[in-house]
């Protein structure tokens, strides 16, 4: 069983960042891939972005929106996943999940709002 619960979602100005947490309760260099997603309202949910391990090499993706602004790492000592997010725009405003798959499934966080307004 793994729990991922995010932090760091917040009211930020046009143009300033964020960064987002998702600790996750067990080993992180287990759970491949652990990816961002995002829910604005009245649409449907998104994948941000995507860190998946490959042997000893980590890779990230990144939708077209966000590519250039928003960064995801891991930090295996702190089971935490972060998104770095840089250069924040109203139509980034959504609820941020933090998502892993861990022996082939799903697992979910509850959700940090990131509200982008001036």
């Known amino acids: 069983q793994v729990q991922l619960v995010e932090s760091g979602g917040g009211l930020v100005q046009p143009g300033g960042s964020l960064r987002l947490s998702c600790a996750a309760s067990?080993?992180?260099?287990?759970?491949?891939?652990m990816n961002w997603y995002r829910q604005a309202p009245g649409k449907e949910r998104e994948l941000v972005a995507a860190?998946?391990?490959?042997?000893?090499?980590?890779?990230?993706n990144y939708a077209d929106s966000v590519r250039g602004r928003f960064t995801i790492s891991r930090d295996t000592a702190k089971n935490t996943v972060y998104l770095q997010m840089n250069s924040l725009q109203p139509e980034d405003t959504a609820v941020y999940y933090c998502?892993?798959?861990?022996?082939?499934?799903?697992?979910w966080g509850k959700g940090t709002l990131v509200t982008v307004s001036s």
């Open positions: 998502n892993g798959v861990w022996n082939g499934m799903n697992y």
């Open positions: 067990g080993n992180i260099a287990s759970i491949n891939p």
């Open positions: 860190s998946s391990t490959i042997g000893r090499g980590v890779y990230a």
